[in-house]
T-cell receptor
């Protein structure tokens, strides 16, 4: 089954404790992206990648890191999480060009 | 002013009603228009994808694009309780340019 898989689905952590949210897709998509979704603010792009070893900032990259060492994986790293990073996070992928995005089922992160 | 405006609702309708969901936009360069459906605790899933102006129909769903008015619509006929979700519009000028999202409209279809 074609899918984008994120782990974990739920995560509660404390301020400053480094964490990684994994994302993997099995559709051989070149493009991958991370979004956060917050009430009243909608989906906002954090980082995206158009191919292996190529990453770019989205609208809200502060406090986040990403890497794209393999085509299928695009982990999101929070080196020192803060409470304002409490949110619902989505990974998505698509082919290059004008293809639509495919989303994972989300990771709900709470930072206390 | 946001590039894409979407009324967040909530919208509540009885089962069987025709639902109309709308987005307006300001960037005349947008050419690709999408509607995503998001159930609670799930990721958005693509519902309709249209290029340029016109209508596209898929079962009970019809997507309409009016580029002259910078207005897109999603119609749901014979709405079902399973249609209860948040509906997000998204659009782009294409060629790997940024996808711009509406905030989403929350829809409840009551049995």
């Amino acid at each position: 089954e074609a899918q984008v898989t994120q782990n974990p689905r739920y995560l509660i952590t404390v301020t400053g404790k480094k964490l990684t949210v994994t994302c993997s897709q099995n559709m051989n998509h070149e493009y991958m992206s991370w979004y956060r979704q917050d009430p009243g603010l909608g989906l906002r792009q954090i980082y995206y990648s158009m191919n292996v070893e190529v990453t770019d900032k989205g609208d809200v990259p502060e406090g986040y890191k990403v890497s794209r060492k393999e085509k299928r994986n695009f982990p999101l790293i929070l080196e020192s999480p803060s409470p304002n990073q409490t949110s619902l996070y989505f990974c998505a992928s698509r082919d290059l060009g004008n293809s639509p995005l495919h989303f994972g089922n989300g990771t709900r992160l709470t930072v206390t | 002013q946001k590039e894409v405006e979407q009324d967040p609702g909530p919208l509540s309708v009885p089962e069987g009603a025709i639902v109309s969901l709308n987005c307006t936009y300001s960037n005349s360069a947008f050419q690709y228009f999408m509607w995503y459906r998001q159930y609670s605790r799930k990721g958005p899933e693509l519902l309709m994808y249209t290029y340029s102006s016109g209508n596209k129909e898929d079962g009970r769903f019809t997507a309409q694009v009016d580029k002259s008015s910078k207005y897109i619509s999603l119609f749901i006929r014979d709405s079902q309780p399973s249609d209860s979700a948040t509906y997000l519009c998204a659009m782009t000028a294409g060629n790997n340019r940024k996808l711009i999202w509406g905030l989403g409209t929350s829809l409840a279809v009551n049995p």
